[in-house]
């Protein structure tokens, strides 16, 4: 007998592991930011290292843990949508295979972990995650599908994703643009 909530509790793992990997990053990089504004000891008469640390800790991953959970909900909408587009599953059959995938989520979560002092390699390790996520999702999904429905969904999931951070980038822009814009030396 295979129980098919198995897998249930992996993107909550998995969205903790990469919080937690991110946050302690996030940390560091903060820790050496404090001490170059001159606002660490000050810091410091108030709560020990270890406390700085503890609640910067809490901070930073609650920030990624809602980013992640962000992410997580936005993918699985859009896929969501594609697969109702391209798919002639009338039984849903789709959804049950996918969950498969989040294995490899739960591994790049723990692969995060040993890169956690490097933004270079957290960011390449949570890529190659999606990239291989996003491989065995469309592979799993083929089967389900006519070869004109799995380009179909790449592409409406690829232009989503283009568009959606296309937008993030430009309203980044324009804020840091009209912050320039408002400083007095500028």
């Not at 992640?68 to 909900?73: D, E, G, H, P, T």
Request: proline share 2%.
């Amino acid at each position: 007998m295979k129980n098919p909530y198995l897998y249930g509790y992996l993107p909550l793992i998995t969205i903790i592991l990469f919080s937690f990997s991110f946050s302690m990053f996030a940390i560091s990089e903060s820790l050496q930011l404090l001490h170059a504004i001159g606002v660490y000891n000050g810091m410091r008469e108030f709560l020990s290292d270890l406390e700085l640390r503890f609640v910067l800790l809490i901070v930073f991953a609650l920030l990624f843990f809602m980013l992640f959970s962000a992410l997580k909900l936005i993918g699985e909408t859009v896929h969501e949508l594609g697969m109702l587009f391209f798919s002639k599953d009338k039984e849903g059959q789709t959804i049950h295979v996918a969950r498969g995938g989040y294995v490899i989520f739960f591994f790049g979560a723990f692969a995060s972990i040993i890169g956690f002092q490097s933004l270079p390699i957290l960011v390449i390790v949570f890529l190659i995650t999606v990239f291989c996520y996003f491989i065995y999702n469309v592979y799993k999904m083929s089967q389900y599908m006519s070869i004109a429905g799995v380009i179909g969904l790449i592409f409406f999931e690829i232009i989503t994703w283009s568009v959606l951070l296309a937008l993030i980038v430009y309203a980044i822009v324009k804020l840091y643009n009209g912050i320039l814009a408002g400083l007095p030396f500028a």
